[in-house]
């Protein structure tokens, strides 16, 4: 009994797509007064542009908009199906265009992302001569997707996802709009429901649009008009409320939201967005790997139980699975929050493995060998080693360990928290002896 969609057989979001700027919702720091792409719409200028943002943040939208406003032919490709040959169609129709009144065309490619080099390279020529002005449409980060040549020609906007205000309105208009909406049929949603379906949208007024359209063909009548109940929506917005997708940029700001959190001791905000990729379904053995890392890099010796408490939750949810095996691995990450923190043995490793990848191959000192044969024996292999057990605190003061052709360095600076802080009074006192002990080597001439 709900809404008949046979009226109009296209989508809810692509009827209710705006033709111009004014029915346009969000991105008010591209399309206020002033800002850049309005310029560009109410200038009737054109030039290349790369539009990166989330799903159903307008990007096809405004690059039909802008298209329009400035009299240009539109051309309309979709990376995940175009190839080499519909470029070619593209630059053969734009330059008979050019030709025959001098109208400029604009190619818009959707999911750019997914043109390879090759495929990038087949149009480049014809965006530098002017043939064809590129509207590029991607959801990763084109610092990574497009070609330098091309990223270098083009202007890249960054859109926003859309807030819970602007999703709202923009629902409530195809509600109440009788020509390309869902009204004129008598249904209706509470304000309640339309918030909790923008919340459902997470940003997304494509995916906002397909849940009010679905809630309208399960309407039944009710009251005088058709209604549907807090049960259905709740059916209809089931599953999708939280983007995460497990290759883009999402992912790697959720990860890296996750890891900062931890470094930065907040054990709240960290667990915020571990359990923001859980719901995204991200791969636990992934968070898991990504935890350890955490505790060796950000923790390290000031509390070496960080390593065994990231390992154990690890272990602990290959025995239990999900969702027991979470709660360990949430334990981990509140423990490291507030764990002290110390990047001491993350730069020492770094700094030790520049040396080791930059000095070459550096012999190891005679004294440092083993020498497990008479032939190496004779040779001096181990001659001058001391057994460090039989030494004083088990520290043989006066020891080379570096090779010959390389000044002692010193890696690891202890940082003055947790457990580091009594490391540090060690190897100062070490140190302090192995100084003396060489320059009694030097004055003694042993």
Not at 92 to 112: I, P
Not at 320 to 335: C, D, H, M, R, W
Not at 414 to 434: S, V
Request: net charge negative; hydrophobic share 40%.
């Amino acid at each position: 009994m709900g809404v008949d969609p046979a009226l109009d057989p296209r989508p809810l979001a692509d009827r209710r797509r705006p033709s111009a700027l004014e029915g346009f919702y969000g991105q008010t720091h591209l399309l206020a007064p002033g800002k850049p792409l309005r310029l560009m719409v109410e200038g009737g200028s054109l030039h290349s542009i790369v539009l990166w943002g989330p799903p159903g943040t307008g990007k096809t939208t405004l690059a039909r908009i802008i298209s329009g406003a400035c009299g240009a032919n539109f051309i309309a490709l979709s990376a995940v199906m175009a190839g080499v040959k519909d470029i070619r169609v593209a630059v053969a129709e734009a330059q008979a265009l050019r030709q025959q009144d001098g109208r400029r065309t604009v190619l818009f490619l959707d999911e750019v992302h997914r043109f390879n080099k090759a495929q990038q390279d087949a149009f480049l020529p014809y965006v530098e001569d002017g043939t064809l002005v590129f509207v590029g449409a991607t959801t990763e980060n084109p610092s990574f997707e497009l070609n330098k040549a091309l990223l270098s020609r083009a202007r890249v906007y960054v859109l926003k996802r859309l807030g819970e205000e602007e999703l709202v309105a923009i629902l409530r208009a195809a509600l109440e709009d009788a020509a390309s909406g869902v009204g004129g049929s008598g249904f209706a949603l509470s304000d309640e429901q339309l918030a909790l379906l923008a919340t459902a949208a997470d940003g997304d007024a494509r995916r906002g649009l397909g849940f009010l359209e679905l809630a309208a063909e399960l309407a039944v009548e009710e009251e005088g008009g058709l209604r549907v109940s807090d049960d259905t929506l709740a059916d209809v917005i089931a599953g999708g409320s939280r983007r995460f997708d497990k290759r883009g940029e999402d992912f790697y700001d959720q990860i890296s939201a996750l890891h900062k959190s931890v470094r930065g001791s907040n054990p709240d905000a960290a667990l915020y967005w571990l359990c923001r990729m859980f719901e995204g379904g991200c791969d636990r053995i992934f968070i898991a790997r990504r935890v350890v890392r955490m505790a060796s890099e950000d923790i390290g010796n000031a509390d070496p139980r960080a390593v065994a408490m990231a390992l154990a939750a690890w272990d602990g949810f290959l025995r239990l699975g999900s969702p027991e095996g979470e709660l360990a691995l949430a334990q981990a990450v509140i423990y490291l929050a507030c764990a002290p923190k110390s990047n001491a043995v993350y730069t020492a490793f770094k700094a030790a493995s520049a040396d080791a990848r930059e000095r070459g191959s550096l012999e190891v000192p005679l004294a440092l060998r083993n020498a497990p044969t008479g032939l190496m024996k004779n040779l001096g292999y181990g001659q001058g080693y001391r057994y460090a057990h039989d030494e004083d605190e088990a520290f043989a003061a006066g020891m080379d360990y570096f090779p010959e052709d390389m000044a002692a360095a010193t890696y690891y600076h202890p940082q003055p928290r947790g457990l580091e802080i009594r490391i540090a009074e060690k190897l100062d006192r070490l140190r302090q002896q192995d100084r003396e002990a060489r320059r009694h080597k030097k004055n003694t001439g042993d």
